[in-house]
């Protein structure tokens, strides 16, 4: 039951890289102007509610080409000691590929992102020798991407050990290409779990909530957003959100951070 409850996180955790049209470039954000470096700092809630912005925080530092594309990522902890450090390579327009490394610079993740001729995400691929965080052995996994004419990405099936088929995801969007619910039935052994999310933005775009409902409708989930000061090319450089939900383990949950962020431009 551990492990299987560690596979779902992982393969969650995997489906936030696979989110956007172009991970690798500054649309992922989306960031807007001619952005040279990112500093992001996280502050997490010291008693899951409440963050103490005086404590030292996380922090990731992405910098980028003249291009708009990624080209290093490096995580830090509270103590500014390097935890991972991700290389991007491209082979083209039609092939990223993002390297992860540990803090001693050992190379074992490997993400490979395939686009169309329109820029658009049609399959991601990792292979990994190991997730040590997860406790889990060698794993292959692979995500196949659907789009409709007007070019939203409204399927996804993902898989692992290359065949295996664990997650199929079909999604709506409203007028303005953003993606308003998910529908997803994940597949574990013989058993299949059903679940649906609820996405709402504010005026500007920005994501400010989504909410997570069984196969029976009954809430059991979701994140808010609120955002705080912006540059003048309308990126934002606070923001506080929150994680609600309930576990067998933990009962009824909320987690809370406060990201700040430093945006340098070219």
């Given at each position: 039951?551990?492990?299987?409850?560690?596979?779902?996180i992982f393969l969650l955790m995997v489906k936030l890289a696979t989110a956007q049209t172009r991970v690798t470039d500054l649309s992922q954000a989306p960031l807007k102007g001619k952005v040279r470096q990112v500093t992001t700092y996280t502050f997490r809630g010291a008693n899951h509610t409440s963050p103490d912005t005086t404590a030292s925080s996380e922090k990731t530092i992405e910098t980028f080409d003249e291009k708009g594309w990624?080209?290093?990522?490096?995580?830090?902890?509270?103590?500014?000691?390097?935890?991972?450090?991700?290389?991007?390579?491209?082979?083209?327009d039609s092939i990223a590929?993002?390297?992860?490394?540990?803090?001693?610079?050992?190379?074992f993740v490997k993400y490979i992102y395939k686009y169309d001729g329109q820029g658009k995400e049609t399959e991601f691929d990792m292979n990994s020798d190991a997730q040590p965080q997860f406790r889990l052995a060698k794993i292959n996994y692979r995500c196949i991407c659907k789009y409709d004419k007007l070019g939203?990405?409204?399927?996804?099936?993902?898989?692992?050990?290359?065949?295996?088929?664990?997650m199929r995801t079909i999604s709506k969007y409203n007028d303005q290409h953003q993606r308003i619910q998910s529908d997803e039935e994940s597949f574990f052994g013989t058993s299949i779990k059903k679940s649906?999310?609820?996405?709402?933005?504010?005026?500007?775009?920005?994501?400010?909530?989504?909410?997570?409902?069984?196969?029976?409708?009954?809430?059991?989930?979701?994140?808010?957003?609120?955002y705080d000061r912006f540059d003048k090319y309308g990126n934002w450089l606070i923001?506080?959100?929150s994680y609600s939900g309930h576990s067998a383990y933990q009962g009824d949950f909320?987690?809370?951070?406060?990201?700040?962020?430093?945006?340098?431009?070219?």
């Open positions: 039951m551990k492990n299987l409850i560690l596979l779902i990624e080209i290093e990522e490096k995580m830090y902890d509270k103590s500014d000691a390097l935890k991972q450090r991700f290389s991007f390579e491209y082979i083209g590929v993002r390297n992860q490394f540990n803090a001693s610079g050992k190379l939203d990405r409204i399927g996804e099936e993902q898989y692992i050990d290359n065949d295996k088929l664990s649906k999310i609820i996405f709402t933005y504010d005026n500007a775009g920005n994501p400010i909530k989504s909410e997570n409902y069984d196969a029976d409708g009954q809430l059991t989930g979701g994140n808010n957003a609120s923001r506080t959100s909320t987690f809370m951070d406060i990201t700040k962020r430093l945006i340098e431009y070219y």
